[in-house]
């Protein structure tokens, strides 16, 4: 409920009165507006005020018992007063004690009541007893001050001793240090211009290995791309060619032509060229086998040809090993490669050693165990003809073979065989088998070979 009279908020703001009246100020509670009735449209609608006549006009009055009057100026009054001023405070008079009592006097001679030398004695020897102690005290402080400042003069002398063996055992540790950290740069900047000279030695070494054979592979490139061409071949290519195809399009269309014009007249065309579409593609067909055929044979000769060459390379491995310059490998990967050959040449040998005398043996423990079993199946035929005949079956003798002896000295008969012999053709296959060279490398190696000094003069 909002009523008009109660303030909200500051009560000294200037508050703004409408200039029309606000209807629904006054408006009871539970009343609705016309607005509200035609937003509801489900409610009834009550009954307004009618509209005023003409002259006269609807106004807002208050139907409280107690009128106020509402404005919005705050109603202000000055006032002032003013009081006396201050007296002075009168002076307090001086208090003066009634008098009482009687008054009396006496009489008093010099010395009756007090003897200066012997009331002064007493305090005399207070007085002085006291200044000798404080005296002693402070002889003895005194004393105790300078035994207390010589002890600390020997412990600052003490303590500076000990200070400067301190510094000048840190300046000592100080020079020690300094001296590391610059050996330590040093050796640091020895090894740092190592690796920058290593690092322009393997630069250069690369260059002169990257660039000995640029100048004739720049030259097949640029052959391979087209750059050198005869001039008749691309003559043919360019004008011929384009030509020829244009004259064989041309009379294509000419025969499709005139077969559709044979096809429209003659109905019975159509067997003949389906005949000849079968035709057409049988030679398509045939065209296409002989192309890869003769792709078969190209890969044939190419995988012959590098056979050959690997061949003439594993032929030449003595050489291309030891006395080709520059070398393709250095004298530690060929060693340890060799040795590697060496080592599986002894290890096949032993295990084919191995494994005839395993055969070896497995055959005479074979064959004797074959002739204890025919023994033994002698003596039981002899006892069961015995048996058969009502005789005593002979006592068997069991023949006395030792199996596992005899089989050790047929394995030890066997003779060992000798490792195959590693040569340099074996050395070379391993080398390109693991990658450490490559066959072009070889093929370029022989090639500089060849031409010496001329492969660096043509490459200048």
């Not at 009954?47 to 409280?64: A, F, L």
């Not at 088998?433 to 070889?442: D, F, R």
Request: hydrophobic share 45%.
């Amino acid at each position: 409920m909002f009523d008009r009279r109660v303030v909200r908020g500051n009560t000294y703001a200037a508050r703004i009165l409408p200039a029309e009246p606000v209807l629904h100020l006054t408006s009871k509670p539970g009343g609705t507006s016309a607005a509200a009735a035609r937003r509801a449209p489900g409610r009834p609608r009550t009954i307004s005020t009618p509209e005023p006549v003409e002259g006269r006009r609807h106004m807002d009055v208050q139907t409280d018992v107690y009128l106020e009057e509402l404005t919005d100026v705050v109603p202000e009054a000055d006032t002032t007063t003013q009081t006396d001023a201050f007296l002075d405070r009168p002076p307090t008079p001086q208090f003066v004690p009634t008098k009482s009592g009687t008054d009396a006097a006496t009489q008093v001679e010099q010395g009756e009541l007090f003897d200066f030398d012997a009331e002064v004695e007493p305090l005399l020897e207070v007085l002085v007893g006291k200044v000798l102690e404080q005296a002693l005290m402070e002889v003895l402080e005194e004393e105790e001050i300078a035994a207390l400042q010589q002890h600390q003069a020997h412990f600052e002398a003490i303590r500076s001793a000990e200070l400067v063996a301190a510094q000048r055992l840190e300046a000592a540790e100080r020079r020690k240090m300094e001296e590391k950290e610059r050996r330590l740069k040093q050796e640091r900047e020895r090894k740092e211009r190592e690796r920058v000279v290593r690092a322009k030695v393997a630069a250069s070494t690369f260059a002169r290995g990257y660039l000995n054979g640029i100048v004739k592979s720049v030259f097949q490139q640029l052959q391979d791309s087209g750059y050198f061409y005869d001039p008749v071949e691309r003559e043919v290519e360019a004008e011929f060619l384009p030509w020829l195809t244009q004259q064989a399009v041309a009379h294509v269309e000419r025969g499709l032509l005139a077969r559709s014009v044979v096809a429209a007249l003659v109905a019975d065309a159509v067997a003949l060229r389906e005949s000849e579409q079968q035709g057409a593609a049988a030679l398509a067909d045939a065209q296409a086998a002989a192309a890869e055929a003769y792709a078969a044979k190209e890969a044939e000769a190419a995988a012959i040809a590098s056979a050959a060459e690997l061949a003439d390379i594993r032929a030449k491995a003595t050489f291309i090993l030891n006395h080709l310059q520059p070398p393709i490998a250095r004298q530690e990967q060929i060693d340890a490669v060799r040795a590697e050959l060496v080592a599986k040449s002894g290890g096949d040998a032993e295990a084919a050693f191995e494994a005839e005398r395993a055969r070896v043996g497995d055959e005479k423990r074979a064959e004797l165990e074959a002739q204890l079993a025919a023994a033994a199946a002698e003596a039981e035929a002899a006892a069961a003809a015995a048996e058969a005949n009502g005789e005593e079956p002979p006592a068997s003798e069991e023949p006395q073979i030792d199996v596992e002896a005899q089989a050790e000295a047929a394995m030890a008969a066997v003779q060992h065989p000798t490792a195959a012999e590693v040569t340099d053709g074996d050395v070379l296959s391993a080398l390109l088998e693991q990658g450490v060279v490559t066959k072009e490398a070889i093929v370029h190696g022989l090639a500089v070979h060849m031409l010496g000094d001329e492969a660096y003069i043509q490459q200048e």
